[in-house]
């Protein structure tokens, strides 16, 4: 009778965010699907794999409600074109299509469930979907496909023929449900695993295989009982089925009351339901624990207490999954030992049916003790779940789909515990999942390496941030960039932004995966990095890893390149103030104190306090004339502050000047600030000075600068000029609060080595050393 055939996912045309062909290896009711990307190229298709070489049936397409292509193609052969042999011939057999409805008459509601008949034997089949139906739901040309199913039988080996020749000689290339075959069980449909509880559906397929030795026993009393039981659990599982989708849309729509209460109604009906089937011993569950019995007041003992135990019937023995669930950490441990020394003990000859079903039970025990918080239970899971990927699934031949399932279980629960608070089990996990990820099976589906590189957002907690990029390091440099799963491109994807992180540990190590990168791809480390130039270079970590880079490139480093030039700068910087403290004059040295003088060049105003700290203090706070540049951080003179963001800024690659007002404004906003209030052009035929503040227009010259930006009346949107006025005005009851000086080290590279306040400075001085000479003479 054919069954399910399991599969694997090998590629796909293209593919949306979160909409991965990988999402068809699961059959679920909240799976997402494959969706392919926006508006792609026609046609796409996704090719699967078989878990063995087999004579398929019958396929089953469930389609999206909106997203839905006109035609989709089938083909099928053993080896894909890409990849042939002379084993085989290595091109892919077409089978025929079929046409999906427009879905119109629905309201774009319901998903159409197509069932296409077929005959044919091989190992890759690939589905082509041409271009989509066009609806006003579909904005961007897009189609999809939420689930495929594969029924058939194992190929005996012999038949060579990819196609049946009924279905060659078929005029009508057309798929239709003409050649139908054998029975299919309903629980190897489509429709079943898609409406109905994942953990359900598990319990009624074991019933039904424990029906069928009730039925060959001939005990029918008790193949009628369970019969029920299935009917019954099948209402439950599309209730709960019902109600996780509830929830799923719950969360989407950030409505988290709901989804708490779905979560606990789901919770609360399962286990009533698993109660009442326990009470009527349809899964012959039983308890490993030690029967305790109580006593109440009168003396009289009471039923044992039996610790709650998740109802899960499989193919190990009920005992041992029953110990997994116990409260007592030692019989949990004991449970995934004793199923460790079952599966070890497996015969070759076991059938692959019930292989599978032992080993997906033993993964679903894993998957939970993976997060158990007790060490030797942890270790045992690891323990069990090395024997299922090194020596089970490979050594038994249960297909490479049962690794990817394995994989797909556990990951996220072993990434979880690279993160952990205890560094015994953070190293423990982090240990092996680089064992784990060199297996053969596991290499090649290259899952962990996928998993490792996507990037994370610099708040990401720091443990499981470090753990991955450790892992990164340490895997990068035994599996390399080649077939791996692990590219260049999503390497430095991941490492550039694992460079915005936070913690310190997770940026330096960053630095090191990229370094390592760079002695073998040096043009895709690059692409990802900004320039080598002086604003890079103010970045610890770039202007690290640009010497990191020329060591490697045997240069010398550009720090010292622009250490030199600094030095020289700072040597001219001093050579000409040295010049204007001291003057010669007709024999006369003339020796100028110019910390002696309390007067802000700026705005002019004079302060006993101006000490070389205090006008640097004034500079940074309080002067009227100056202010902080909001992208930067340098304090410049107002006045020049359009030239400065257009011309001096760190960001000035982000900014546009105005064609109407002159102004500096963010290129995306240059549209709206053209249609806006706060272009204020100047009057046709005039000149006159503009205020980047607040965007008036006044006198032009020098001194109209400084009744705008100093005076009473002057300008509304100049913080220090309001606050200059406010403290010229009597303080009652306030306490003055000294805020000590900038450090130097800021103040420096802002204020004085601007542009801008070198030249003020120098015409400054240059004026009152003639007016000094003019005085002596």
């Known amino acids: 009778m054919p069954r399910k055939i399991g599969f694997i996912v090998v590629n796909s045309s293209s593919h949306e965010d979160n909409f991965s062909a990988k999402e068809l290896m699961v059959h679920a009711p909240t799976v997402n699907g494959w969706r392919s990307s926006r508006l792609c190229c026609y046609p796409q298709y996704v090719t699967l794999q078989l878990a063995e070489r087999s004579r398929v049936r019958k396929l089953q397409l ?9 035609k989709v193609e089938f083909h099928i052969g053993d080896t894909l074109p890409e990849s042939s042999s002379s084993t085989f011939p290595g091109q892919l057999r077409r089978l025929g299509y079929v046409s999906l409805s427009e879905n119109e008459k629905t309201g774009f509601q319901a998903r159409e469930l197509k069932s296409v008949h077929v005959d044919a034997i091989g190992t890759y089949l690939r589905i082509t979907f041409h271009r989509n139906h066009v609806n006003h739901h579909n904005h961007h040309n897009q189609v999809a496909l939420v689930a ?48 109905q509880d994942p953990e359900v559906a598990n319990i009624i397929r074991l019933l039904d295989q424990k029906k069928q030795e009730m039925v060959q026993r001939e005990e029918y009393e008790q193949a009628k009982n369970l019969k029920q039981a299935i009917a019954d659990l099948q209402k439950v599982g599309e209730r709960l089925a019902r109600y ?113 079903n032992m080993t997906r039970a033993a993964v679903f025990l894993v998957k939970k003790s993976l997060l158990d918080k007790v060490s030797s239970v942890f270790h045992a899971s690891l323990k069990l779940l090395r024997l299922l990927l090194s020596q089970l699934v490979p050594g038994l031949g249960p297909g490479r ?41 596991v290499r090649a589906l290259h899952v962990i390496p996928g998993e490792l590189v996507k990037p994370f957002k610099s708040n990401f907690p720091s443990r499981p941030a470090q753990s ?21 491109d999503n390497v430095m994807t991941f490492c550039a932004a694992a460079l915005e992180h936070n913690a310190s540990a997770v940026r330096d190590l960053a630095a090191r995966v990229i370094l390592s990168m760079y002695q073998q791809h040096r043009a895709a480390v690059l692409h990802h990095l900004p320039p080598n130039n002086a604003v890079a270079r103010k970045n610890y970590l770039f202007k690290t890893l640009f010497d990191g880079f020329s060591k490697i490139d045997g240069k010398p480093g550009g720090g010292q390149q622009e250490g030199q030039k600094a030095k020289e700068e700072i040597h001219s910087l001093q050579e000409q103030l040295a010049a204007l403290k001291e003057i010669t004059v007709g024999g006369v040295v003339i020796r100028l104190r ?25 500079y940074w706070k309080h002067c009227p004339m100056l202010r902080r540049c909001d992208e930067c951080r340098q304090v410049v003179e107002i006045a020049s502050l359009t030239e400065h963001l257009l011309g001096e800024c760190d960001s000035r690659s982000m900014f546009s000047q105005c064609p109407r007002c002159s102004e500096a404004v963010a290129s995306e906003d240059l549209t709206r600030h053209v249609q806006g209030p706060a272009c204020n052009g100047p009057i046709s035929g005039k000149s006159s000075n503009h205020c980047p503040l607040c965007h008036n227009n006044f006198l032009p010259g020098e001194k109209a600068w400084k009744a705008h930006l100093m005076g009473r009346e002057g300008c509304k949107q100049n913080c220090r000029r309001t606050a200059v006025s406010q403290r010229t005005q009597p303080a009652q009851g306030k306490a003055f609060t000294h805020t000590p000086p900038p450090d130097k080290k800021t103040l420096l590279p802002t204020v004085l080595h601007s542009a801008t306040f070198r030249k003020a400075y120098s015409f400054c001085m240059m004026s009152l050393i003639s007016g000094l000479l003019a005085g002596l003479s």
Not at 62 to 70: A, E, K
Request: with cysteine; proline share 6%; hydrophobic share 35%.
């Open 594 to 618: 110019l910390h002696d003088v309390p007067l802000c060049i700026f705005c002019g105003k004079k302060d006993e306090s101006f000490t070389e700290d205090g006008l640097d203090l004034h």
């Open 62 to 70: 469930l389609g999206h409600q909106y997203l839905i292509p006109s």
């Open 244 to 356: 996780d989708v509830e929830k799923r849309c719950a969360i989407e729509k950030e409505d988290y009351d709901l989804a708490k209460r779905k979560k606990e109604l789901m919770e609360e009906y399962r286990r009533s339901v698993y109660q009442q089937l326990e009470v009527h011993n349809v899964l012959d569950m039983r308890s490993p624990e030690p029967t305790v019995r109580h006593r109440n007041r009168c003396g009289q003992s009471e039923q044992p207490a039996r610790p709650p135990v998740h109802p899960l019937c499989c193919p190990l023995c009920l005992l041992q999954v029953a110990g997994a669930y116990s409260k007592t950490w030692s019989y949990r441990e004991n449970a995934l030992l004793a199923v460790y020394k079952k599966l070890s003990e497996l015969s070759p000859a076991t059938p692959k049916e019930e292989l599978r």
């Open 148 to 195: 495929i199913n594969v029924l058939g039988d194992s190929s005996d080996g012999n038949a060579f023929n990819t196609i049946v020749s009924s279905l060659q000689l078929s005029l009508d290339p057309v798929l239709t449900s003409a050649h139908k075959c054998e029975s299919i069980s309903p629980l190897d449909d489509l429709a079943f695993d898609m409406y």
């Open 468 to 488: 991955r990029v450790e892992l990164l390091q340490k895997l990068l440099a035994e599996l390399g960039t080649e077939n791996s799963g692990f590219t260049p």
């Open 401 to 441: 789909a049962e690794v990817s399932h394995c994989i797909d279980q556990t990951w996220p629960s072993l990434l979880a515990r690279t993160g952990d608070s205890v560094s015994r089990l953070r190293c423990a996990a982090s240990a092996f999942i680089q064992e784990i990820a060199v297996l053969k099976d």
